[in-house]
């Protein structure tokens, strides 16, 4: 199928961008990599007027620290993430969420910006970004502004961005090891497709962080991130809450982790039930997603095997 007509707009600025989107009004949309919205637009599931390429906006791209933290801009490919040695290092968790994405083919079109505008609450990047606790930043006619990933996303496909806000990039700090109290942090993601390059049924995304003389760590802090079992990308707060100031030797073990599993998945109200698999389904798979992924990151954490990418796909 084809889309209906639109109008085709390529303006080379950011200000350009959020000029016309201020113009356009609710006519027009974004266009980044391309790899959810021309889908949609091609079942003719959405039809807008205008569509404004971001192509041309080089100031949309690149990798860099900015004040310790790493900052992306919004119109970075996955590939690029992908390949970045500082994205590795300084933030492993959204490097190890990359290659779950979609397809290679949809790596080098799709960008990180793409993703978390359009708010899939079984993507991957949108729940790597709520876990770590990530700075979106907005650009509009009325200047700039930062919105925390707990407040962006707001629905199934829904933002806190305004109909002329275009987002500019997203900002990750905090989770490195070292620093003052020596502590080692540990990342994995996990997650359950029926094939692979599909949307994953249920996942989580642990970040953990201890401190402490070996034999004697304790959790300092931790970061359980639920996708696909929401209308948008959840944290498990009380479970995180209850890990926090634990001893890793009281955690250790699959027994430990499948209660974890079970603590991070009672908090949800309210999980999809679809033709994928019914709601209690993927409560049982996410809890073994959660303890999956506990455990790869906190063996990380305390000096054992590494995280690594999830075995989901």
Not at 294 to 302: F, S
């Amino acid at each position: 199928m084809k889309p209906p007509a639109f109008e085709y707009h390529a303006p080379d600025s950011a200000e350009g961008v959020v000029k016309l989107l201020a113009e356009l009004g609710d006519g027009a949309k974004v266009l980044a990599g391309g790899q959810s919205l021309i889908p949609v637009l091609a079942l003719r599931l959405s039809v807008f007027e205008h569509l404004i390429d971001l192509r041309r906006v080089d100031e949309l791209r690149g990798i860099e620290r900015r004040d310790g933290a790493v900052w992306i801009g919004a119109g970075t490919t996955q590939a690029t993430v992908g390949r970045s040695d500082l994205v590795a290092a300084a933030v492993p968790l959204l490097y190890r969420a990359t290659p779950l994405i979609g397809h290679f083919q949809i790596r080098n079109r799709g960008t990180i910006g793409g993703s978390l505008a359009h708010a899939e609450s079984a993507a991957e990047y949108p729940a790597v970004a709520r876990a770590l606790g990530a700075d979106l930043h907005a650009l509009s006619p009325r200047g700039t502004r930062v919105i925390p990933a707990a407040g962006f996303f707001t629905g199934t496909w829904t933002t806190a961005l305004e109909p002329d806000e275009l987002l500019t990039g997203v900002t990750f700090a905090g989770w490195e090891s070292g620093g003052a109290d020596g502590g080692r942090a540990g990342f994995a993601i996990e997650e359950f497709a029926r094939r692979p390059g599909d949307f994953a049924i249920a996942g989580a995304v642990v970040a953990v962080r201890v401190t402490g003389a070996a034999g004697e760590e304790r959790v300092a802090r931790c970061a359980i991130g639920l996708f696909g079992l929401g209308p948008a990308p959840l944290r498990a707060e009380a479970a995180e809450a209850a890990l926090t100031g634990s001893a890793v030797a009281d955690l250790a073990g699959s027994g430990h982790a499948a209660e974890i599993g079970r603590t991070a998945l009672a908090e949800l109200a309210s999980v999809p039930s679809d033709l994928h698999g019914s709601a209690g389904y993927r409560k049982r798979v996410g809890a073994a997603m959660v303890a999956t992924a506990w455990q790869r990151a906190l063996a990380e954490a305390a000096g054992g095997d590494a995280g690594g990418n999830g075995s989901g796909r």
